[in-house]
């Protein structure tokens, strides 16, 4: 039963088949048995799981898509009385007081939490390698990465350690790990799902996004967290869709831009094949392709990297073993104990960015780098307005290969240009979501993505449920409650 969508566990739990406190058990059995080997989860709460479950069974919550469906939620967003260490000794201890806004959604929906996933150390890599804690292997290759920095998440959903996962994006971490393990990820307009609880890293970026075996459940999941939220500045107050209404409707007539830079350069050839096959697909199924230009794409790292740690530097001054995070035991001074503290606390991905932060920061090079980071970011979110007078949606690679073999620290430049595709759409703040197109290298998993304008999440849950069903008879799905 754990291999099943979201939504076949709604549907069985609604007829009764087996109950939620079963279908929890299945999960943590499971856990039990892979998690070891597989490394995903950094905390499993398993009595605080089977008390919702038993809730859900007594018919004491509410009753939506998702009561009593199990997932997980990554380590980097709030959820009261259970440990958050966004993977990172500078909050091994830290139990928040507070539940994220995302946290308190799915929790109004009676949702069973199993536990909180591995990640790259607050959010900053692409393969689960930065974690302090463990290292998350890839569900189809162990040898190799599950993606990042949402990988602890991606995995567990993959290896059927939970039936969907949250994990947060501030330049792939959602879209580029859900790739790597062959499932769906959706990266939602900035400012529509609320970041109150989720520990920042480039607060002008972060985003949380849903992660799913399929694209239907993925709008489901994003219906639940979706939404405005007054503790949060830059959620935006708006009728948000019902992302399922019209996901059936197919795109006939609907304008795919495929931009060159995508498709040239630093992509390999079995990605590359993967996703023009899905282009020819989506023609076969009338859309029409378009082939369009996004001139700054070899922009995006640099002018992403810069403002990221920008942001870092000045979010992560917090933690100085005073106001919050780890404390160094032993210090003369007052100096000292910022110095170990925070020299003990953060890895060696996590300094590397406050320093590069600070230095862009610092009097002397703000405007030759920070600020020309800004104009470029303008420069940017202008292609894609461009872009999107051309054609409705975009199609492209999500990331230039499949999964990284595991010991990539050798080479860091590598990750650092590994998300030439995906940063730009949060530089912009646009939504877009990956699903998988097939296979490459050693039979691992390929994935697209499908980019639109500001709020067209419908529209692109549609062009990819499209894709995803091909052929298939899809009116098995009946969203009514
Ligand atoms: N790989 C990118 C980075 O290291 C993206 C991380 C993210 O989206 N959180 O910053």
Redesign the pocket.
Known sequence: MIKKSVYEHYKALKNKEYSSLELTNEYLKEIGKKDEELGAYITVTSDIARSAAEEFDKGKCRKTILSGIPMNIKDNICTKGVKTTCGSRMLEDFIPPYDAFVVEKLKSEGAVLLGKTNM?EF????TCENSAFKITKNPVDSSRVPG???GGGAAAVAKNEAAYALG???????R?PASFCGLVGMKPTYGSVSRYGLVA?ASSL?QIGPITKTVADNAIVMNAIVGHDKRDSTSVLRKYDDFTVGIKKGVKGLKIGLPKEFFDGAISDDVKSAVMNAAKEYEKMGAELIDVSFPSLNLAPST??TI?CAEASSNLARYDGIRFGHRAEKYNSIDELYKKSRGEGFGQEVKKRIMAGTMVLSAGYHNEYYKKALTIKSKITGDFKKLFGECQIILAPVSPTVAYKIGGEKEPLR??F??IY??SV?LAGVPAISIPCGTGEDGMPVGMQLIGPHFSESLLYRAAFAYENMGKAVDIYDFSI
């Open positions: 790259d959010a900053m890599g692409s990042g920095s949402s947060s994006e501030t330049g792939g971490s959602v580029q890293y972060d992403y990297y990221t990750d650092y590994g998300d995906t940063v949060n």
